[in-house]
């Protein structure tokens, strides 16, 4: 035991020795190339004087970097992540002017721009250096596995290694449809995920169908909470408060997380030694890296940015990450010049922040998030669920078959790759499930395609007044009419519901699914309310050519879908390949029926057209790849999963499967996943009443939720 003890030691100081002189050897070499960076003084000095200077200024750097630079990141937790990431080269490149005044009788120098340069390449050097002398040692990721699992093991006073229960990591490919995954694998962009669906490899791909509102905001709270109901769309108005609810917003995300709780009087999918990375929302884990409904807490460990810290306290992985980010930043102006170019369509703007935004999903988040998962994987824990981002925000504004999009599924499946090879050497077995909260389906805006927006035509259905614009628009005759009566003359007034002023409607879209809410109309409005108040709007909404249904409730006939022509249908008599949802294709019809019996859906309901031959839709956002609603591959996400695992149908799930056996709806896919988890872990255990505040939150971290 002594010796290897010594052994130990000898080998980690001698990988120090050596990431040293290469470091004092790089600094040497940056001295004779930059001329504004000197390591003598002005009248000169011997090789071996400047050596050691640059010995001296090494060491100094490397050890500021190992103890000043934690503590830096920590104090900037309160910075954005996008500036945390435009700040790492200033603070990379102080650090090193600190090192150089720190080198004796001032020998050392450098202007802050040159500084910047150095302590990039110093880093990235040291870096690649310390991974080299890692990899050719065989049993380092082993001896680092064994700390870690020997600690973990003394916390719990369990029995570890990988001969006990393996534990699961759920990697959630944000957008991904089950057709984008399996066309990229035949097409040998994704060839770890080509190898788990050859014949032979023991995987299994499984179709599922969204809800309704087929966006993370609600396929994600199902999937880790076990229920979205009273979630319709992405964003939508609750006229109780006069607040409009938006799932990316912390206090929202744990508003909904805390309802859905209270609901199934349980934690979460992951409350069982669990970890939760880059989500939405916690699923109940007491491990937490970028969870936004976290975000909204206070307090030690409830900060989504204290995810942070792990990853950037190394100034290796910052460096590395910063200048991934610039790269993706000129990747992304490089990609939409050549789209302005060419004059690809469809297109929309892609300027301003964008660049910025997408760098910080496509690099920072999955460095963070992957970092994340191979720390829970080196720790043992027993279910780790993480969210990779990348896809969908690229995919939303080049198309979710754009050539912009494939090369970020070739760059996840690298990330996949690497979490494959960790679990080789981690001190459990793992299995890896990989799947997908929706899809995305392609198609021209609303806007681009009929020159006006769905509150433009929501105004002029209710006289009121629009931008001047809209009287270009390609819509049908009574749409133009509609524009023009808003814009020239208003429309005659009458009956009781009109004697007071009514507000403006409140108008909001998710993707191609938009929502509309009269605040001045206590409850749901019905549709001879709104007829009474605005005649012109249902049926401007129903006859629209870019419109394929909407749902509204009926004062004589229950709820009902409209469509063009006057067609009208109520949901209770609403079937699959019938009707107004014929082209929506399997499911639509329960899809619509379980969103009408939601508290908060919005007076009028309005999906897009969908095209079946083109696979189109026109989304009520700025989006060429868009989801939110039906219609396409926005609808059919994926689970990826060891045959050793149970089928996902291999029993009655709750809600009842649908009619061709896939799985429907998220609460159905937590299900399984819940199941996957007991096959191997033995049941999660369930919040009783004494665990629950008066809010509905969860106490203790195991709840992790609030």
């Known amino acids: 035991m002594g010796d290897g003890r010594w052994r130990t030691a000898g080998s980690a100081l001698m990988r120090v020795i050596v990431v040293w002189a290469v470091s004092t050897l790089t600094m040497l070499v940056l001295a004779g190339i930059l001329p504004d960076f000197q390591l003598q003084s002005d009248n000169g000095d011997s090789v071996t004087k400047i050596a050691f200077t640059a010995a001296w200024g090494a060491g100094a ?19 954005p992540a996008l500036v945390l990431g435009m700040l790492v080269f200033f603070l990379n490149g102080s650090l090193l002017l600190v090192a ?61 290694g990988r001969s006990g229960p393996p534990g699961t990591v759920f990697i959630q490919l944000d957008g991904v449809g089950h057709d984008v995954l399996a066309r ?8 770890t995920v080509a190898h788990w669906l050859a014949d032979g490899s023991g995987h299994r791909l499984t179709p599922w169908r969204t809800d309704w509102s087929s966006q993370t905001g609600a396929s994600q709270l199902g999937i880790l909470h076990g229920s979205n109901f009273d979630i319709p769309a992405f964003r939508w108005y609750e006229k109780e408060t006069g607040d409009v609810v938006v799932s990316s917003r912390p206090a929202s995300a744990l508003e909904l997380q805390r309802r859905a709780i209270v609901r199934t009087r349980d934690g ?11 989500n939405l929302f916690s699923g109940g884990a007491d491990q937490l890296a970028l969870v936004l409904s976290m975000a909204a807490r206070r307090g030690k460990g409830r900060r989504s940015r204290a995810g942070y810290f792990a990853y950037f306290s190394d100034p290796a992985n910052a460096v ?5 980010f610039v790269a993706e930043v000129g990747r992304e102006i490089s990609q939409s010049t050549r789209a302005r170019i060419r004059k ?87 299995r890896i499930v990989l799947l997908s909260d929706h899809g995305q389906s392609p198609g021209e805006t609303f806007a681009g395609a009929y020159g006006l927006t769905l509150k433009d035509l929501v105004r002029a259905g209710c006289g ?24 020239h003359r208003p429309v005659e007034e009458g009956g009781t519901d009109t004697a007071a002023a009514p507000s403006d409607p409140v108008v909001l879209a998710s993707g191609n699914l938009g929502l509309i809410s009269f605040p001045d109309i206590d409850g749901r409005a019905t549709r001879e309310q709104l007829d009474r108040r605005h005649p012109a709007l249902l049926s401007t909404l129903a006859n629209h050519p870019g419109i394929g249904f909407l749902l509204v409730r009926s004062e004589l006939h229950g709820s009902v879908v409209l469509g063009r022509g006057g067609a009208q249908t109520p949901v209770s008599e609403l079937a699959d390949g019938e009707g107004l949802l014929e082209p929506f294709g399997p499911g639509a019809a329960d899809a619509v029926r379980r969103t009408d019996t939601f508290p908060h859906v919005a007076d009028v309901m309005v999906n897009s057209m969908y095209d079946p031959t083109t696979g189109c839709v026109h989304a009520f956002e700025e989006q060429i790849g868009s989801h939110g609603g039906l219609g396409g591959e926005q ?49 999660q255990v369930p919040l009783t009443s004494d665990d629950t505040d008066e809010s509905g939150g969860a106490d203790g971290t195991a709840a992790a939720a609030g």
């Open 61 to 79: 750097f490397g050890l500021l970097s190992a103890l000043v630079w934690p503590v830096l990141v920590r104090a900037l937790l309160i910075v």
């Open 100 to 160: 150089l005044r720190l080198i004796p009788d001032g020998r050392g120098a450098a202007n802050p721009e040159t500084a910047v340069v150095v302590a990039a390449v110093m880093s990235a050097v040291a870096s690649a250096t310390s991974t080299a002398l890692a990899v050719r040692d065989d049993n380092a990721y082993r001896r680092r596995l064994s700390r870690l699992a020997d600690r973990r093991r003394r916390r719990s006073g369990a029995d570890g």
């Open 184 to 191: 990229a694998a035949e097409g040998g962009l994704m060839p």
């Open 268 to 278: 979460g999918l992951l409350t069982l030694d669990g970890a939760s990375r880059g």
């Open 320 to 324: 590395r990450t910063a200048l991934s």
């Open 344 to 430: 690809d369509a469809p297109r929309i703007k892609r300027g301003g922040l964008y660049p910025f935004i997408r760098a910080f999903a496509t690099v920072v988040e999955r460095d963070v998030v992957v970092a994340a998962v191979i720390g829970d994987m080196f720790a043992g824990r027993t279910a780790v669920y993480a969210d990779l981002v990348a896809y969908d925000e690229v995919a939303h504004h080049s198309g979710p078959h754009s050539r912009d999009a494939e090369k970020v599924l070739a760059r996840l499946d690298r990330s996949l790759a690497l979490i494959v090879k960790v679990a080789e050497h981690t001190p459990r077995r793992y």
């Open 464 to 487: 009121l007044p629009v931008p001047r614009r809209a009287q270009r628009t390609k819509s049908g005759s009574e749409a133009r009419d509609a524009v023009r009566t808003a814009l």
């Open 635 to 683: 609808s059919r996400p994926f689970l990826l999963h060891p045959r050793t695992m149970s089928e996902p149908m291999a029993s009655r799930i709750s809600a009842g499967p649908g009619a061709d056996g896939e799985l429907v709806g998220a609460e159905q896919v937590h299900e399984v996943l819940r199941r996957w988890l007991r096959e191997c872990s033995g049941p």
